[in-house]
């Protein structure tokens, strides 16, 4: 579980910055920004903001890095909510790219990173970089709103805003930054397919015995992770600022003593630097992971329950355009529990598996 200390070369990163040096991008950014003041004169000194972190396909390992200022932008969005629009000086303590601190990162990377030995460094793209400012492709998408109800709301926790106190106005040369996720409460990124995939295969060994490692993520056609090849560099590709030696892994097959993953996260939110914990997208991340990996693993145990056994051939009977009569009937709230037995039994299945899994919405009704 060794994680070794942060150098200084990885410290002090950008969200840009640390997507542009990591081996998978794992989800999108929305950055709202906003003074917290009404006033013209303090509007340019005092920012506020929320990162929101959205959940996207994984595509393959990269082999060279950075990443193209094309495919940065790809995944990272400013909104701002203002009349006037930000100073670019300004959003430089949150959105700036330093050529030659991307350029050390990687080369310490590649020095001491078990993951980055054979990644090349990219010099055409590198080339690309600005030498310390915000890229033009996020300046040209930046998009300026003249005022945004949820603003404030996506910014509520448990620590009071700093920018709430006018005389803290300019105690700070740092625009705070809230860190927000959007959830699966409703287990819609599981898809039907990788469901069906754990039906079957429990169905098909018939063993209760069978304890397969469940450890999804959001994949595109070709998944990082295999679902009963668990891959333990998931997460220190996705955070090379966070296990800055490619070491420390949840549930490395290497370590001679077996960690649960839920204690594992558990250590690492509450390592004493406090890294994990105030990642900008990391706890949303691993979230995500438990709750997928709940979902199929209650679906896996529910395929062996006699019950089960008993309605599947009924369920199998269900045809597309059932499905789709009564979604269209639930908008209209005109559906009718007693027209479709099978139909119904299936969403109980449903209700049953997401009703176990922490944070989905029928948990709360369980």
Partial sequence: MWLGDIPTV????????EKLISLYRHNSCIIKLQSPFHSTTTAQ??????CITFLQNVPNIVNSLP???????DTLKVIFIEARPPDRLHLRKVLTVRKKKI?????????????????NINLDNIAQLPEDDVPECIMSTLEQKIGDEEAQSERTGYVPDPLLNPKELTTADVIPISNSGVLDVNGSS??????TNYFLHKIKTNDQAVTENVYLIPHSSKPVNEYFNFNPKLLTG???TLFCYGRGAPEDQSRPIEIKFKEHIRYLLSYNDRRFETNHS?????FNLLQRRDACFHAQLIATKPYFQASANEIQSIKSKDIEAALDNNTKRTYN??????LNKLLQHIKTVGGRVMGSAYSRTA
């Fill in 10 to 17: 990885l410290q002090g990163l950008t969200i840009p910055e």
């Fill in 45 to 50: 000194t005092a920012l506020k903001g929320n």
């Fill in 67 to 73: 990443l193209t200022l094309a495919d940065l932008c």
């Fill in 103 to 119: 350029i050390e990162a990687l080369q310490w990377l590649k020095k001491y990173n078990i993951l980055y030995q054979n990644i």
């Fill in 190 to 195: 599981v898809s039907s397919d990788e469901i």
């Fill in 238 to 240: 996705l955070y090379p």
């Fill in 282 to 286: 990391f706890i949303f991340v691993v």
């Fill in 337 to 342: 529990t007693e027209t479709n037995s099978a």
